[in-house]
Nanobody, 127 residues
Framework: QVQLVESGGGLVQAGGSLRLSCAAS????????MAWFRQAPGKERDFVAA????????YYASSVKGRFTISRDNAKNTMSLQMNSLKPEDTAVYYC????????????????????WGQGTQVTVSS
């Protein structure tokens, strides 16, 4: 089992920045990739960004590419999401996720690829 805990959410004005963190514990050696998803009120949970646990490969949703940066620290078992130029439409609960099987980005950008999830952290961007 892998346990995930997010932190760093909050309220920010449009154009501002926030940094989310996800701390992993448990069988972290089994992780292959981690990702961020987000869910706005009344909407489905959407993919934001993903990173492989080894190597430097990352993948972003088109809506955040160029504004958000995903990174990881293997030694600390943490993953981060630096969010810049935030927009009101970025308002959502952000979830950290992890999986153990790898695969193509077309698979790793879907919820069904992930079997470990954090509890979520709220990000609110005011206009």
């Amino acid at each position: 089992q892998v346990q995930l805990v997010e932190s760093g959410g909050g309220l920010v004005q449009a154009g501002g920045s926030l940094r989310l963190s996800c701390a992993a514990s448990g069988r972290t050696f089994s992780m292959s990739a981690m990702a961020w998803f987000r869910q706005a009120p009344g909407k489905e949970r959407d993919f934001v960004a993903a990173i492989r646990w080894s190597g430097d490969s990352t993948y972003y949703a088109s809506s955040v590419k160029g504004r958000f940066t995903i990174s990881r620290d293997n030694a600390k078992n943490t993953m981060s999401l630096q969010m810049n130029s935030l927009k009101p439409e970025d308002t959502a609960v952000y979830y950290c996720a992890a999986e153990s099987y790898g695969g193509r980005w077309s698979i790793l950008s879907t919820q069904s690829a992930y079997h470990y999830w954090g509890q979520g952290t709220q990000v609110t961007v005011s206009s």
